[in-house]
């Protein structure tokens, strides 16, 4: 099973900068990464895959980067509703597709 | 554009069956696989399994002994089915679809179920 280990666990930030969230995997994933922004109450949603595409909708201050074990989500400019929490998901080498256990990014 | 839609019991007792079932509103049914995502409350996703219009399903190994994932492709649902619960399943559980052109990646969640487990 590929462990998905992200980093920091908690994020304090202000609105307005730029954060890096990063996520390691345990083994090669190529580019098959993705990741997601869950709010309170609501579903996880789908922010990019393929570690950097954007999915439908998805503001353009949303980035990502990285291959292989070493990935990271960069959220240029922070809005007020960008707070919550990621997670990454490998899905190179499944089953299991796994998920990091999550970065809480929260207002400073 | 589509909609997930999930229904089923949110209270379990320890040993049964817990039974959710999934429905598609608007957009394909057959060109996706679908799958069941679970989180215990305050915690991370674990991913219990997928399956297609063709029957062709893959399942968690930590759960495959327990889980059966079926689809009714006439009335676009699909169900989950995990047998012998404990308090360790109790979880929100989401439905998705997955579009294999993108990899196995979620883009489209039902509104989550809490299903406890509880005598």
């Known amino acids: 099973e590929v462990v998905m280990t992200q980093s920091p666990v908690t994020l304090s930030v202000s609105a307005g900068e730029r954060v890096t969230l990063s996520c390691r995997a345990s083994?090669?994933?190529?580019?098959?990464l993705a990741w997601y922004q869950q709010k309170p109450g609501q579903a996880p949603r789908l922010l990019l895959y393929?570690?950097?595409t954007r999915a439908t909708g998805v503001p353009a201050r949303f980035s990502g980067s990285g291959s292989g074990t070493e990935f990271t989500l960069t959220i240029s400019g922070l809005k007020s509703e960008d707070f919550a929490v990621y997670y990454c998901?490998?899905?190179?080498?499944?089953?299991?597709?796994?998920f990091g256990q999550g970065t809480r990014l929260e207002i400073k | 554009q589509v909609q997930l839609q999930q229904w089923g019991a949110g209270l379990v007792q320890p040993s049964e069956t817990l039974s959710l079932t999934c429905g598609v509103f608007?957009?394909?049914?057959?060109?996706?696989?679908w799958s069941w995502i679970r989180q215990p409350p305050g915690r991370g996703l674990e991913w219990i399994g997928e399956?297609?219009?063709?029957?062709?399903?893959t399942y968690n190994p930590s759960l495959e002994s327990r889980v059966t994932i079926s689809v009714d492709t006439s009335r676009r649902q699909f169900s989950l089915k995990l047998n012998s619960v404990t308090a360790a399943d109790t979880a929100i559980y989401y439905c998705?679809?997955?579009?294999?052109?993108?990899?196995?990646?979620?883009?489209?969640w039902g509104q989550g179920t809490l299903v406890s487990v509880s005598s």
């Open positions: 998705a679809r997955v579009n294999r052109g993108t990899g196995t990646v979620f883009a489209n």
């Open positions: 608007g957009g394909s049914f057959t060109s996706y696989y």
């Open positions: 399956i297609n219009d063709s029957e062709d399903a």
């Open positions: 083994q090669n994933l190529r580019s098959n």
């Open positions: 393929g570690a950097s």
């Open positions: 998901q490998q899905y190179n080498n499944w089953p299991p597709i796994t």
